[in-house]
């Protein structure tokens, strides 16, 4: 006994380093691998360091292990996330790590931008968990407290004064995510009245040229790519050549006309894509995308592009390199006016190396060379819109030529840049751009370590048979909001006034009012020259600037005035356009789609049969649910469903209802139930499953109806 005690305690020393290691790996990270500008962010580190290691100290072992275990992995997923996307992750993100399936397609192959973080991190953890160590006594626990506390009220200090910086320079991950998770709560962000740029149609600029010549249209829309990697464009932008970059994009398009200003709106594919396809501002915030909405409101769908030019003789088509069934692009992309919409099920061809998400890049072109020679021997004029997911996180490509590059993000950026360029180039010789306008643009920016600006810039490239008669260099801002209104403009179509935006084929002499919300910062440039940025703890800063984007004219100041609060304001109101203000809303995510089944669910993220996610119900409200499932074959041992719940990083098990039996071919599975929402729920997710051998099961109906209630 005696000699078990003596290892324990000769066992304690080691695990007090692990447990200090873990508490402090992420300040010793930043102050190897970053330059500091000022001393917030470092604090910060040092300041939840402390925080935890005293609480962990103070703590039983499985508590300590358990706060350990969520503190590396917060530490690490961000830092991924921050190499990747230029930004830390905020509240609405932790939807993502509810769901295992995500995870596993993020971090597939392994393939980690900081695998030293990552490593050393799970070394520290694992001697924190394998190791013994006696709880600190309170006395010095309530030391730690105190100092960390005073410590933090320092960095809070800090930060204020430096809030022109970018958060993830200021801010420890962890601490981020409660400031973030605070502002979400609280939410000051009231409707009010908008500025006149951002809620009407501007078509009182000069033609470039009159109606135009092309006969269909190609929209080839490359996941995260921002300005900056197109030369040229990040040379008038004033940026200096950087190592990620798209050389052969830029020598395939030699008579394109270039929008060096060009902005995306917000981070996530499909606001990326309403803002594009509908001529309205994607929300400047993570609440349900509008692109759900409109479901809502078939008017406003109605003035979508897709449906305009479906209404006037153009097949509309919809390819892209991912499933369809994430996010219910197979319900919502129909909804938007696309006749024919297809993901990673229409290419039979197999990737030659392990990708999750889908095609890659090098495929999809090529099938999408093979859809459009389909598309021109029909002899009808077309609309086309592409998505490729190449450029997803896990960066996935062989380790051979991963090995060619400085880093993996740089590979798989010229892997693209190699298939888009060929695609153009085939193009070109297959003759289609004689009679297509084209649009070569981005979703959403990755950003860049440059500027954070950056995670605002998208790719703005135009190709048109009137080239000659089109600038090199587009002057002026534009962004996603203005493709629907230049593709209608361009054509000589009637442009609905529901749409907001300039079009790329006229010029305009007034500055140009534009918002974004990237990097976890709202930023607006007024029709005065003013630049606004507002990061979610409130503080503003404002200056002189030709535009949302770019290096501004002068340093941002601090916001004295207070006018920038407006920002919050205006971003509601923008928000809150296609929110019904009646009294019952009702949402299908159902219209007979046919699905293979598996015999075991194993991704719970791809296999969902239906795209009813990130939902906001009101307070005080009523939601009834109607699901109708027939199953079309199945074996003899038939087919189980099961739908699930999700509300941001949790799994909701208070809802109740009867499930679905064992069904069998040609049987149907019925659900109808209800449930009370005393509270706002927000990023409400449903996940309907099914597993049978040989099956394919019929959605019929899944059906969300929101009933406010009086009172």
């Given at each position: 006994?005696?000699?078990?005690?003596s290892?324990?305690?000769?066992?304690?020393p080691?695990?007090?380093?692990?447990?200090?290691?873990?508490?402090f790996?992420?300040?010793?990270?930043?102050?190897?691998?970053?330059?500091?500008?000022?001393?917030?962010?470092?604090?910060?580190?040092?300041?939840?360091?402390?925080?935890?290691?005293?609480?962990?100290?103070?703590?039983?072992?499985?508590?300590r292990?358990?706060?350990?275990?969520?503190?590396?992995?917060?530490?690490?997923?961000?830092?991924e996330?921050?190499?990747?996307?230029?930004?830390?992750?905020?509240?609405?993100?932790?939807?993502?790590?509810?769901?295992?399936?995500?995870?596993?397609n993020?971090?597939?192959?392994?393939?980690?931008?900081?695998?030293?973080?990552?490593?050393?991190?799970?070394?520290?953890?694992?001697?924190?968990?394998?190791?013994?160590?006696a709880?600190?006594r309170?006395?010095?626990?309530?030391?730690?407290l105190?100092?960390?506390?005073?410590?933090?009220?320092?960095?809070?200090?800090?930060?204020?004064?430096?809030?022109?910086?970018?958060?993830a320079?200021?801010?420890?991950?962890?601490?981020?995510?409660?400031?973030?998770?605070?502002?979400?709560?609280?939410?000051?962000?009231?409707?009010?009245?908008?500025?006149?740029?951002?809620?009407?149609?501007?078509?009182?600029?000069?033609?470039?040229?009159?109606?135009?010549?092309?006969?269909?249209?190609?929209?080839?829309?490359?996941?995260?790519?921002?300005?900056?990697?197109?030369?040229?464009?990040?040379?008038?932008?004033?940026?200096?050549?950087?190592?990620?970059?798209?050389?052969?994009?830029?020598?395939?398009?030699?008579?394109?006309?270039?929008?060096?200003?060009?902005?995306?709106?917000?981070?996530?594919?499909?606001?990326?894509?309403?803002?594009?396809?509908?001529?309205?501002?994607?929300?400047?915030?993570?609440?349900?995308?509008?692109?759900?909405?409109?479901?809502a409101h078939?008017?406003?769908?109605?003035?979508?592009?897709?449906?305009?030019?479906?209404?006037?003789?153009?097949?509309?088509?919809?390819?892209?390199?991912?499933?369809?069934?994430?996010?219910?692009?197979?319900?919502?992309?129909?909804?938007?006016?696309?006749?024919?919409?297809?993901?990673?099920e229409?290419?039979?061809e197999?990737?030659?190396y392990?990708?999750?998400?889908?095609v890659?890049?090098?495929?999809?072109?090529?099938?999408?060379?093979?859809?459009?020679?389909?598309?021109?021997?029909?002899?009808?004029?077309?609309?086309l819109?592409l998505?490729?997911v190449?450029?997803?996180q896990?960066?996935?490509l062989?380790?051979?030529?991963?090995?060619?590059?400085?880093?993996?993000?740089?590979?798989?950026?010229?892997l693209?840049?190699?298939?888009?360029?060929?695609?153009?180039?085939?193009?070109?010789?297959?003759?289609?751009?004689?009679?297509?306008?084209?649009?070569?643009?981005?979703?959403?920016?990755?950003?860049?370590?440059l500027?954070?600006?950056?995670?605002?810039?998208g790719?703005?490239?135009?190709?048109a048979?009137?080239?000659?008669k089109?600038?090199?260099?587009?002057?002026?801002?534009y962004?996603?909001?203005?493709?629907?209104?230049?593709?209608?403009?361009?054509?000589?179509?009637?442009?609905?006034?529901?749409?907001?935006?300039?079009?790329?084929?006229?010029?305009?002499?007034?500055?140009?009012?534009?918002?974004?919300?990237?990097?976890?910062?709202?930023?607006?440039?007024?029709?005065e020259?003013?630049?606004?940025?507002?990061?979610?703890?409130?503080?503003?800063?404002?200056?002189?600037?030709?535009?949302?984007?770019?290096?501004?004219?002068?340093?941002?100041?601090?916001d004295?005035?207070?006018?920038?609060?407006?920002?919050?304001?205006?971003?509601?109101?923008?928000?809150?356009?296609?929110?019904s203000?009646?009294r019952?809303?009702?949402l299908?995510?159902?219209?007979?789609?046919?699905?293979?089944l598996?015999?075991?669910?194993?991704?719970?993220?791809?296999?969902n049969?239906?795209?009813?996610?990130?939902?906001?119900?009101?307070?005080?409200?009523?939601?009834?649910?109607?699901?109708?499932?027939?199953?079309?074959?199945?074996?003899?041992?038939?087919?189980?469903?099961q739908?699930?719940?999700?509300?941001?990083?949790?799994?909701?098990?208070?809802?109740?209802?009867?499930?679905?039996?064992?069904?069998?071919?040609?049987?149907?599975?019925?659900?109808?139930?209800?449930?009370?929402?005393?509270?706002?729920?927000?990023s409400f997710?449903?996940?309907?499953l099914?597993?049978?051998?040989?099956?394919?099961?019929?959605?019929?109906?899944f059906?969300?109806?929101?009933?406010?209630?009086?009172?």
């Open positions: 006994m005696r000699s078990l005690i290892k324990s305690r000769a066992r304690q080691i695990a007090l380093v692990g447990l200090f290691l873990v508490c790996i992420p300040l010793v990270w930043r102050l190897a691998t970053q330059d500091q500008a000022n001393a917030a962010g470092p604090l910060s580190d040092a300041v939840f360091g402390l925080l935890l290691f005293v609480l962990a100290y103070g703590s039983p072992h499985w508590l292990l358990l706060l350990v275990l969520i503190w590396a992995s917060v530490q690490a997923g961000s830092q996330l921050l190499l990747a996307m230029q930004r830390l992750p905020g509240w609405s993100d932790l939807r993502y790590l509810a769901d295992a399936d995500f995870v596993g993020t971090t597939a192959g392994f393939n980690l931008s900081a695998p030293l973080l990552f490593w050393s991190l799970l070394a520290a953890s694992a001697l924190v968990a394998l190791l013994p160590l709880r600190l309170s006395r010095y626990l309530a030391g730690g105190v100092l960390a506390t005073a410590l933090l009220l320092l960095q809070g200090r800090l930060s204020a004064a430096h809030d022109g910086d970018s958060v320079s200021r801010y420890n991950a962890l601490h981020w995510l409660l400031v973030d998770a605070i502002a979400t709560r609280l939410d000051g962000g009231n409707p009010g009245d908008l500025p006149l740029g951002l809620a009407r149609l501007e078509l009182d600029g000069r033609r470039l040229l009159g109606a135009g010549g092309a006969k269909n249209v190609l929209i080839v829309t490359l996941e995260g790519m921002p300005g900056l990697y197109y030369p040229e464009i990040a040379h008038a932008m004033g940026m200096e050549p950087t190592e990620v970059a798209m050389p052969l994009l830029a020598k395939a398009t030699p008579d394109a006309m270039l929008i060096p200003d060009f902005v995306d709106h917000s981070h996530q594919t499909i606001r990326g894509l309403y803002a594009l396809l509908c001529g309205d501002f994607s929300k400047l915030s993570f609440d349900t995308p509008k692109a759900v909405e409109l479901q078939p008017e406003r769908a109605a003035a979508c592009l897709p449906a305009q030019m479906a209404r006037r003789g153009w097949q509309t088509h919809y390819l892209q390199a991912a499933g369809l069934m994430f996010m219910a692009k197979d319900r919502l992309m129909p909804v938007m006016g696309f006749q024919q919409v297809h993901g990673s229409w290419f039979k197999m990737n030659p392990r990708f999750e998400w889908g890659i890049d090098s495929l999809f072109f090529e099938g999408a060379r093979r859809y459009i020679a389909d598309l021109q021997q029909r002899g009808q004029p077309w609309m819109t998505l490729t190449g450029t997803h896990p960066y996935a062989p380790d051979e030529i991963a090995a060619q590059y400085p880093s993996r993000k740089q590979a798989i950026v010229a693209l840049d190699q298939a888009v360029s060929a695609f153009i180039d085939n193009l070109r010789r297959d003759g289609v751009l004689a009679d297509t306008l084209v649009l070569v643009t981005s979703d959403e920016s990755h950003g860049s370590d500027a954070e600006w950056v995670s605002s810039w790719l703005g490239v135009v190709l048979p009137e080239q000659e089109l600038p090199r260099l587009k002057q002026g801002g962004g996603l909001v203005d493709v629907t209104a230049s593709v209608l403009d361009y054509f000589g179509l009637p442009v609905p006034r529901s749409i907001v935006g300039r079009s790329f084929f006229r010029d305009y002499d007034t500055p140009r009012e534009m918002v974004s919300y990237t990097a976890s910062k709202l930023r607006w440039h007024t029709s020259g003013l630049r606004y940025e507002c990061a979610r703890d409130g503080r503003c800063r404002v200056g002189q600037a030709g535009s949302l984007l770019g290096t501004p004219r002068a340093e941002l100041m601090q004295q005035g207070g006018d920038g609060t407006r920002l919050f304001s205006i971003a509601a109101t923008l928000d809150d356009k296609l929110k203000h009646e019952s809303r009702v299908d995510f159902a219209n007979g789609e046919i699905r293979e598996n015999e075991k669910v194993t991704n719970e993220w791809s296999e049969l239906v795209g009813a996610q990130y939902l906001d119900f009101p307070a005080n409200s009523q939601v009834r649910v109607s699901v109708r499932v027939k199953v079309m074959h199945s074996s003899d041992a038939g087919v189980q469903l739908l699930k719940f999700k509300q941001w990083e949790h799994n909701i098990e208070n809802i109740p209802h009867d499930g679905f039996p064992l069904l069998h071919t040609n049987e149907e599975g019925r659900l109808d139930f209800s449930f009370d929402n005393l509270e706002a729920r927000q997710s449903f996940h309907l099914g597993v049978g051998k040989d099956a394919a099961v019929k959605l019929e109906q059906r969300v109806r929101i009933d406010a209630k009086s009172g």
